[in-house]
């Protein structure tokens, strides 16, 4: 979005150095990322982000926002530049001419937000993130980066929870119209006494609806089918061969570990064939279809849509080796509930070898050894070889980098056309690098 420094100041309650009539065009946070003409908003985390502003304009910043030290050419002085950025971010939000969708739950957020990109981008002028962007600074910048010139648009946002009202704090930010909640599990248990406690902070998504949105609920989960008491908003239900109005039957998973389906609703029923692995997503599709639905995009297209899906980095990348093994990249992150829907999707490939590499559910608290241990008992009940990176609850060999599993799979001679491996861990743990080291040797 393009921004006169007068209005960012305004909306930011700051004081102008320079140039008020001088417009920027768009938001950065990152030097590394930075283009031309951006406004860089330095951040205080880990590093302090002020220590970056002259770089900024060496690479082409047409302002900054500051909270200390001196301004550097054109610039605004804030109090606090985060909540600064989430002010802009509410401004952005009212100069956005479309519908807002709140994605949330405890595993699927990601997956559907591409879904529904999808679905939505060849009826409406649609925005997404690229990442994950999900949280109390991402969400503002998937706001800003809206380019709002082009018209009415359609925006789709994850959003997060670390701990109780996180998600009430980026609905204020958003002001969602349509509110998706895929699962309520296990996640985050570090910072959530219970899954009833997670279940009311993603509820807060659905309690921000105005009258005249949609809330689109997963009927198969309790916890979520419950937050329709919530909402005075009209809602849409998702289910997987159950009740609702959006519902997969019929259901066929094909050698590709893809599923094919029959999908009802109050506007007819299509075969599906889904172009991306794991039967768990399913479900996410159904949530996807079911905004599509409440937008009024064509269930036909829609459905058309369902085969031409593009995943977000990380997220079930299936890929073959050049000697045949199959690898499943799905490292992005992980809790209980996405660890077992990756090892559902493990157990439907014919491969006779079947390998886990799996590294650390994070934020888990009191229950990371048990539900870690879980884990490692399914895989040790299923046969499947497991390679353990820094986690000994999960059995099978246990090695402390991404690189000494690398190693293991290399002398195990468990690699070739016959085996499919997966890999998945939270952030923390790096797997990325050993899927990417893998895909070196890909076809």
């Avoid at 909270?67 to 509410?90: F, W, Y």
């Avoid at 997060?160 to 599990?185: F, H, K, N, W, Y």
């Avoid at 829907?341 to 888990?364: C, H, N, P, Q, R």
């Avoid at 491996?421 to 952030?427: E, Y």
């Amino acid at each position: 979005m393009k921004f006169t420094i007068r209005e960012i100041a305004d909306a930011c309650k700051g004081k102008v150095f320079g140039d008020g009539s001088h417009s920027v065009n768009g938001v950065s946070i990152d030097t590394r990322t930075l283009q031309r003409g951006e406004i860089f908003i330095p951040l205080i985390a880990e590093r302090d982000g002020h220590d970056y502003v002259r770089e900024a304009f060496e690479q082409g910043a047409g302002a900054h926002l500051f909270s200390h030290g001196n301004a550097v050419g054109t610039a605004v002085q804030v109090e606090n530049t985060l909540v600064a950025l989430q002010d802009l971010a509410k401004h952005a939000r009212g100069r956005i001419d479309g519908n807002v969708i709140g994605i949330t739950g405890s595993v699927g957020k990601t997956t559907t937000k591409d879904i529904a990109y999808a679905c939505l981008s060849g009826t409406y002028p649609t925005h997404v993130s690229k990442f994950s962007y999900n949280n109390e600074i991402g969400v503002p910048v998937t706001l800003l980066s809206c380019d709002d010139s082009i018209g009415p648009c359609v925006v789709v946002l994850e959003m997060g929870a670390r701990g109780p009202g996180q998600i009430r704090e980026l609905c204020e930010i958003a002001s969602p119209d349509i509110g998706v909640v895929t699962q309520v599990s296990a996640a985050h248990t570090e910072f959530f006494e219970s899954e009833a406690q997670i279940a009311l902070t993603k509820g807060e998504l659905i309690g921000s609806l105005p009258s005249h949105g949609t809330a689109i609920l997963n009927a198969d989960d309790p916890l979520v089918w419950e937050m329709r008491s919530r909402t005075q908003a009209n809602v849409l239900a998702f289910s997987v061969d159950s009740f609702g109005d959006v519902v997969a039957s019929d259901i066929v998973m094909g050698k590709n570990m893809c599923a094919s389906f029959t999908l009802t609703t109050p506007w007819g029923s299509e075969v599906v064939d889904l172009n991306i692995p794991g039967v768990h997503n399913i479900s996410n599709a159904l949530a996807a279809v079911s905004v599509g639905l409440a937008l009024g995009v064509e269930q036909s297209a829609l459905v058309e849509s369902l085969n031409q899906i593009e995943l977000s980095p990380m997220r079930m990348d299936l890929r073959h080796l050049a000697d045949g093994t199959l690898v499943i990249n799905d490292s992005y992150n992980a809790n209980p509930a996405s660890m077992n829907a990756a090892i559902d999707t493990l157990l439907l490939s014919e491969a006779e070898i079947k390998i886990a590499v799996l590294g650390l559910m994070a934020e888990l608290g009191d229950r990371s050894e048990a539900e870690h241990a879980s884990i490692g008992n399914r895989l040790k009940t299923a046969g499947v070889h497991v390679i353990s990176v820094g986690v000994e609850e999960y059995g099978g060999v246990h090695v402390s980098s991404w690189e000494e599993a690398g190693m293991k799979l290399d002398e195990g001679d468990l690699l070739g056309s016959n085996s499919v491996v997966l890999v998945k861990g939270s952030r923390v743990a790096g797997l990325e690098n050993l899927a990417n080291a893998l895909y070196k040797e890909v076809t």
